[in-house]
């Protein structure tokens, strides 16, 4: 047998094909296998070290799965109460605005109970960015029905699948979103495949971008995941969210900047 | 010295901003005051009343049941104040619009016809102040210099043109006001 | 700089107040009556002369957690409702006493339950001073009864929110609220540019995160948490019980009032005094923490003590709480908007004299 290498002859920088993004801490995620959060917590992450925004950054965490968010991130962070992180931004960045203030919110916290918030916070245009988790149910309180939830998707609390006619319909709250006048920049993005990924993080640093031109409310939805609440597979959700996720929410810009469109109408091979 | 008051009538009458020079010009006068008004739906176009209270000792309750003086606008304010007057003390009133009259023997009644020398005058928004005019002839309990300053006050800079009509319609109020 | 003496309502008198004490942010949702405050913010216009924020929020709910987004930034920051609109804030006010936050809340109180009515009222007493949303915390409550307190009261919450790091409410009512007074005003005060160390207000490569929250999933570490919070309390039980007696030295029958009512027992004991009963009133100015050791030991030397309140009787728990038995205590107050008079307190307190 061949001898076995040492650990420290494997991570030897030019063996290094990826590391640990710098401002991650070194706490244990609590997420389950599969989750699409630890992910955007990554990209999230390495969006703020290579933007330099490390010393100005202050984060809104949620009322949800991502409530631990805080322990994650080295960075300053606000926890919220349930739904109303865009209202913590806001005073946040009234107070500070040459900080980059950001929330982290999930479908039932953005959707639902602060829906009031989440519309208002963009009608008036904070400069702030939210990034809204999309998986359709409610994971951290044990799979209940969310705001996003499918028709005909089954949850703790609707069993029998979601009847719309009792339970109303999924909000596509994104779309009201890129109607308000506030909004700058409005996308819909997931990280279920390196080049989604890919796509999220490049709009995140837009994002960021934007805020540091006092552009207005960029909003960021990432349909994910959530192998627990949906009982499935890691990969079995992969797939069930394409088929069924990303059909009622269609990946995509939903608002684009005007100087964007004009650049691109003016290099239609950029497009 | 102590004089409790309530100015009572029609919301739009000036029975706040009457109150309010009032007490403008009590703090002119180095006294205590106290404006406390009726607040709500009810002052729009309703009935609007303010006690008043100026003293020269620190005052206590700036809510009361009974007064010193009743400034009676309309036939409401009558009806509802006319009990609420201290015993010895004063109702001044105006006429305008009033079918029954007030009828008690134990209070001193003057009327003063606002309402009308104000039409007269062809400057009816003056109408309050010939009602303060008359009150400050029976009770003078503020100088007159005071009240002047107090208008200054209580009047943004743009309506300081109007002091002199106001001044006009204090005088003019001293002059009409009359006891029943 | 010389004080400004001005002629101005309760709610104006504490909105000016704000922008003295240099106030970092004012965020409130409209609300009768007190909807003068956000109004003569708005009309000021402070972010042209001391970079004060005043915005008007979408509901009380977003005000309050504006307030929270800002006290957690170490920002001197205030809000103000009247009594449904509180009980809205109620959410807020809880997290922003789990995570310790300073910052001023104004309830200019109304009567209720519900929608109530839009005239003064202290039925709130229970929800200010008790704690008012869910968990084991209190606030700083401070009851001014004249326009001066209500001015004055502005610099002083902020200072005890940033000692305690603890929210402060000035409990107010509908009377103090609209009535106008004379009140000297401050001087105008510069904004801290200095923020304490556990505000977020992005991390320097120096120093640890800052993490404001008032989560903490492992019960043991929330209970010596909430151990922390009681030992708080207990000090400013020690420190910074308030209060203003009006002739207590011989009296036999003692009113215990704040705010409004105090007011109104002031003129009590006036009166009172004129029919030869010797009255007295202890007003209390902090109502948590309350002045319960002196009315204990007025209790030692009065015959009988009267609460009186705009309520169905809530302070008066409090009351016989400090004065344990040793004297008979009573409650009197009108209720649903309607401020008790003078002479009906004093009539009150004959018939219990004459029915003792």
Same mark, same amino acid.
Request: charge should be neutral; aromatic fraction near 8%.
């Given at each position: 047998?061949?001898?076995?290498?040492?650990?420290?002859?494997? @991570?030897?920088?030019?063996?290094?094909?990826?590391?640990?993004?710098?401002?991650?801490?070194?706490?244990?995620?609590?997420?389950?296998?599969?989750?699409?959060?630890?992910?955007?917590?990554?990209?999230?992450?390495?969006?703020?070290?290579?933007?330099?925004?490390?010393?100005?950054?202050?984060?809104?965490?949620?009322?949800?799965?991502?409530?631990?968010?805080?322990?994650? =991130?080295?960075?300053?962070?606000?926890?919220?109460?349930? $739904?109303?992180?865009?209202?913590?931004?806001?005073? =946040?960045?009234?107070?500070?605005?040459?900080?980059?203030?950001?929330?982290?919110?999930?479908?039932?916290?953005?959707?639902?109970?602060?829906?009031?918030?989440?519309?208002?916070?963009?009608?008036?245009?904070?400069?702030?960015?939210?990034?809204?988790?999309?998986?359709?149910?409610? $994971?951290?309180?044990?799979?209940?029905?969310?705001?996003?939830?499918?028709?005909?998707?089954?949850?703790?609390?609707?069993?029998? $699948?979601?009847?719309?006619?009792?339970?109303?319909?999924?909000?596509?709250?994104?779309? @009201?979103?890129?109607?308000?006048?506030?909004?700058?920049?409005?996308?819909?993005?997931?990280?279920?495949?390196?080049?989604?990924?890919?796509?999220?993080?490049?709009?995140?640093?837009?994002?960021?971008?934007?805020?540091?031109?006092?552009?207005?409310?960029?909003? =960021?939805?990432?349909?994910?995941?959530?192998?627990?609440?949906?009982?499935?597979?890691?990969?079995?959700?992969?797939?069930?969210?394409?088929?069924?996720?990303?059909?009622?929410?269609?990946?995509?810009?939903?608002?684009?900047?005007?100087?964007?469109?004009?650049?691109?109408?003016?290099?239609?091979?950029?497009? | 010295?102590?004089?409790?008051?309530?100015?009572?009538?029609?919301?739009?009458?000036?029975?706040?901003?009457?109150?309010?020079?009032?007490?403008?010009?009590?703090?002119?006068?180095?006294?205590?005051?106290?404006?406390?008004?009726?607040?709500?739906?009810?002052?729009?176009?309703?009935?609007?009343?303010?006690?008043?209270?100026?003293?020269?000792?620190?005052?206590?309750?700036?809510?009361?049941?009974?007064?010193?003086?009743?400034?009676?606008?309309?036939?409401?304010?009558?009806?509802?104040?006319?009990?609420?007057?201290?015993?010895?003390?004063?109702?001044?009133?105006?006429?305008?619009?009033?079918?029954?009259?007030?009828?008690?023997?134990?209070?001193?009644?003057?009327?003063?016809?606002?309402?009308?020398?104000?039409?007269?005058?062809?400057?009816?928004?003056?109408?309050?102040?010939?009602? %303060?005019?008359?009150? %400050?002839?029976?009770?003078?309990?503020?100088?007159?210099?005071?009240?002047?300053?107090?208008?200054?006050?209580?009047?943004?800079?743009?309506?300081?043109?109007?002091?002199?009509?106001?001044?006009?319609?204090?005088?003019?109020?001293?002059?009409?006001?009359?006891?029943? | 700089?010389?004080?400004?003496?001005?002629?101005?309502?309760?709610?104006?008198?504490?909105?000016?107040?704000?922008?003295?004490?240099?106030?970092?942010?004012?965020?409130?949702?409209?609300?009768?009556?007190?909807?003068?405050?956000?109004?003569?913010?708005?009309?000021?216009?402070?972010?042209?002369?001391?970079?004060?924020?005043?915005?008007?929020?979408?509901?009380?709910?977003?005000?309050?957690?504006?307030?929270?987004?800002?006290?957690?930034?170490?920002?001197?920051?205030?809000?103000?409702?009247?009594?449904?609109?509180?009980?809205?804030?109620?959410?807020?006010?809880?997290?922003?006493?789990?995570?310790?936050?300073?910052?001023?809340?104004?309830?200019?109180?109304?009567?209720?339950?519900?929608?109530?009515?839009?005239?003064?009222?202290? *039925?709130?007493?229970?929800?200010?001073?008790?704690?008012?949303?869910?968990?084991?915390?209190?606030?700083?409550?401070?009851?001014?009864?004249?326009?001066?307190?209500?001015?004055?009261?502005?610099?002083?919450?902020?200072?005890?929110?940033?000692?305690?790091?603890?929210?402060?409410?000035?409990?107010?009512?509908?009377?103090?609220?609209?009535?106008?007074?004379?009140?000297?005003?401050?001087?105008?005060?510069?904004?801290?540019?200095?923020?304490? /160390?556990?505000?977020?207000?992005?991390?320097?490569?120096?120093? /640890?995160?800052?993490?404001?929250? *008032?989560?903490?999933?492992?019960?043991?570490?929330?209970?010596?948490?909430?151990?922390?919070?009681?030992?708080?309390?207990?000090?400013?039980?020690?420190?910074?019980?308030?209060?203003?007696?009006?002739?207590?030295?011989?009296?036999?029958?003692?009113?215990?009032?704040?705010?409004?009512?105090?007011?109104?027992?002031?003129?009590?004991?006036?009166?009172?005094?004129?029919?030869?009963?010797?009255?007295?009133?202890?007003?209390?100015?902090?109502?948590?923490?309350?002045?319960?050791?002196?009315?204990?030991?007025?209790?030692?030397?009065?015959?009988?003590?009267?609460?009186?309140?705009?309520?169905?009787?809530?302070?008066?728990?409090?009351?016989?709480?400090?004065?344990?038995?040793?004297?008979?205590?009573?409650?009197?107050?009108?209720?649903?908007?309607?401020?008790?008079?003078?002479?009906?307190?004093?009539?009150?307190?004959?018939?219990?004299?004459?029915?003792?």
């Amino acid at each position: 047998m061949a001898e076995v290498t040492g650990i420290k002859e494997i @991570i030897k920088p030019e063996n290094l094909a990826y590391k640990r993004t710098r401002i991650m801490t070194d706490n244990v995620l609590s997420y389950c296998p599969g989750c699409g959060h630890g992910t955007t917590h990554r990209i999230l992450a390495e969006v703020i070290d290579e933007e330099g925004l490390q010393s100005e950054a202050i984060g809104v965490s949620p009322v949800g799965c991502s409530v631990l968010l805080y322990h994650y =991130i080295d960075i300053d962070w606000q926890e919220a109460a349930h $739904g109303r992180a865009p209202a913590v931004a806001t005073g =946040i960045k009234r107070l500070l605005p040459d900080k980059f203030v950001f929330t982290y919110q999930g479908d039932g916290d953005l959707a639902a109970i602060g829906t009031a918030e989440t519309i208002h916070t963009c009608n008036r245009g904070e400069n702030i960015l939210i990034i809204f988790i999309n998986n359709g149910i409610y $994971g951290m309180t044990g799979g209940q029905m969310a705001p996003t939830t499918l028709p005909g998707m089954r949850s703790s609390t609707s069993p029998y $699948g979601r009847d719309v006619k009792v339970m109303g319909n999924p909000l596509k709250i994104t779309d @009201i979103i890129a109607t308000l006048p506030g909004t700058y920049y409005v996308t819909r993005q997931s990280v279920h495949t390196p080049a989604n990924v890919r796509k999220t993080k490049k709009a995140m640093l837009k994002a960021a971008r934007y805020q540091k031109l006092n552009k207005g409310t960029c909003f =960021i939805e990432i349909v994910s995941n959530c192998p627990s609440g949906w009982k499935m597979t890691p990969v079995q959700s992969n797939k069930w969210m394409e088929e069924n996720m990303l059909k009622y929410y269609p990946l995509g810009d939903l608002k684009v900047p005007p100087e964007e469109t004009v650049q691109n109408a003016n290099n239609p091979e950029k497009k | 010295m102590t004089e409790e008051i309530i100015i009572a009538g029609f919301g739009g009458q000036g029975v706040l901003s009457m109150g309010k020079i009032m007490a403008y010009s009590g703090v002119m006068q180095d006294m205590e005051v106290s404006w406390m008004p009726s607040y709500g739906p009810e002052m729009r176009g309703g009935t609007a009343n303010v006690i008043v209270i100026i003293s020269s000792e620190r005052i206590s309750s700036p809510i009361i049941r009974n007064f010193d003086t009743a400034i009676i606008l309309n036939q409401q304010s009558l009806d509802k104040f006319e009990g609420s007057v201290k015993s010895g003390g004063i109702l001044i009133y105006d006429g305008n619009g009033i079918t029954r009259h007030p009828e008690r023997k134990d209070i001193t009644i003057y009327r003063v016809d606002a309402a009308e020398e104000a039409g007269r005058m062809s400057s009816p928004k003056t109408f309050n102040m010939i009602v %303060l005019g008359g009150f %400050l002839k029976i009770k003078p309990i503020i100088k007159m210099e005071n009240v002047i300053k107090g208008l200054k006050k209580s009047l943004p800079e743009r309506y300081h043109n109007l002091i002199p009509v106001n001044e006009k319609a204090l005088e003019r109020g001293m002059e009409i006001i009359r006891k029943v | 700089m010389e004080k400004e003496l001005r002629l101005m309502k309760g709610n104006e008198a504490i909105a000016e107040a704000a922008i003295r004490a240099g106030a970092d942010g004012y965020f409130g949702y409209p609300i009768t009556p007190q909807s003068e405050i956000l109004e003569y913010l708005m009309e000021a216009n402070p972010s042209r002369t001391t970079g004060m924020v005043v915005l008007q929020a979408e509901s009380e709910i977003a005000a309050i957690n504006m307030v929270y987004g800002g006290a957690a930034c170490g920002k001197k920051v205030m809000t103000s409702s009247s009594s449904p609109g509180i009980s809205l804030k109620q959410e807020g006010i809880t997290y922003i006493a789990g995570a310790e936050l300073p910052c001023l809340i104004v309830n200019v109180v109304r009567g209720g339950p519900g929608l109530g009515t839009i005239q003064p009222a202290q *039925s709130d007493y229970f929800q200010a001073t008790k704690g008012g949303g869910h968990g084991d915390y209190h606030l700083i409550v401070l009851a001014p009864a004249s326009v001066q307190e209500m001015a004055d009261f502005v610099d002083l919450s902020f200072e005890l929110a940033f000692k305690y790091r603890n929210p402060v409410m000035i409990l107010s009512d509908g009377a103090i609220g609209q009535m106008m007074e004379k009140v000297w005003l401050a001087p105008q005060k510069e904004r801290s540019k200095t923020y304490p /160390e556990w505000a977020t207000t992005g991390k320097p490569p120096e120093r /640890e995160r800052n993490i404001i929250t *008032s989560l903490d999933l492992d019960p043991y570490a929330q209970e010596q948490f909430n151990k922390k919070l009681v030992a708080k309390y207990n000090e400013i039980r020690e420190k910074e019980v308030r209060y203003e007696e009006f002739q207590c030295d011989d009296a036999e029958y003692l009113f215990v009032a704040y705010g409004t009512s105090a007011r109104v027992c002031q003129k009590s004991v006036q009166l009172a005094r004129a029919q030869g009963i010797k009255a007295g009133l202890l007003r209390p100015i902090t109502l948590f923490p309350y002045p319960s050791v002196r009315i204990g030991s007025l209790a030692e030397k009065v015959r009988i003590i009267l609460s009186v309140e705009m309520s169905a009787g809530q302070m008066v728990e409090d009351v016989m709480l400090s004065v344990n038995g040793k004297v008979p205590v009573f409650h009197f107050g009108r209720m649903g908007g309607i401020v008790t008079t003078p002479d009906e307190v004093v009539d009150y307190l004959k018939s219990k004299i004459i029915g003792g």
